[in-house]
Nanobody, 125 residues
Framework: QVRLVESGGGLVQAGGSLRLSCASSGRTFSIYGMGWFRQAPGKEREFVATINRSGGTTNYADSVKGRVTISRDNAKSTVYLQMSSLKPEDTGVYYC??????????????????WGQGTQVTVSS
């Protein structure tokens, strides 16, 4: 069982930055690929970014590419999402998730086995 706890969300003005963190319990963090998804009110959960087990491969949604960086520290069992140049449309609940899958399928929520409870990000205009 993997428990994921997100932190770092909050209210920020457009153009600002936030860094989200997701801490994992257990000793098996490094065997999981990790992803970030977000869900705005009334919308489906959407892919934001993913990183493979070693941290050597990342993938981003087109909507955030160039503004967001996903990284991980396996020694700390933590994955990060650095967001900059934030826009009001980035508002939503951000979830981290863990997967045993790899490749393009990790852009889909169904590929993930474990989810955190989410952290709210609100970007004001």
């Amino acid at each position: 069982q993997v428990r994921l706890v997100e932190s770092g969300g909050g209210l920020v003005q457009a153009g600002g930055s936030l860094r989200l963190s997701c801490a994992s319990s257990g000793r098996t963090f490094s065997i999981y690929g990790m992803g970030w998804f977000r869900q705005a009110p009334g919308k489906e959960r959407e892919f934001v970014a993913t990183i493979n087990r070693s941290g050597g491969t990342t993938n981003y949604a087109d909507s955030v590419k160039g503004r967001v960086t996903i990284s991980r520290d396996n020694a700390k069992s933590t994955v990060y999402l650095q967001m900059s140049s934030l826009k009001p449309e980035d508002t939503g609940v951000y979830y981290c998730a863990a997967t045993r899958s790899w490749g393009q399928v990790t852009t889909r929520a169904v590929a993930y086995d474990y989810w955190g409870q989410g952290t709210q990000v609100t970007v004001s205009s």
